[in-house]
């Protein structure tokens, strides 16, 4: 005979951080600091903006991401990017010091 056990539900966890305006976004870290990464799908870009990346535009309807920096007044820092853009920024930026 086996006594069995109450199954517990752990494939749950309790919820992580606060809601926000975004939703949760994910934190990645980079070189430069910890950024906040939300996607964007691409039926839901409903404007045009312009990448910092490659300075060119990020058309409606082109998943993409919004990126802000982790820190204190950054939510003011929001930057619209090509996902790609974004995971290549310091490997190419727009020819500064680094070639
Ligand atoms: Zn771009």
Redesign the pocket.
């Known amino acids: 005979m086996s006594p069995r056990r109450a199954r517990r539900r752990d494939d749950k966890g309790p919820p992580i951080g606060p809601p926000g305006r975004f939703g949760i976004g994910e934190v990645e870290e980079w070189p430069d600091g910890e950024w906040r990464v939300h996607r964007i799908v691409g039926g839901a870009a409903d404007k045009v903006y312009r990448?910092p990346?490659?300075?060119?535009e990020?058309r409606t309807g082109t998943a993409h991401l919004v990126s802000w920096p982790n820190w204190s007044g950054g939510e003011g820092e929001r930057r619209h990017?090509?996902t790609?853009?974004w995971r290549n920024r310091l490997s190419r930026g727009p020819g500064r010091s680094r070639y």
């Open positions: 990448c990346g490659c300075d060119q990020i990017w090509h790609a853009c």
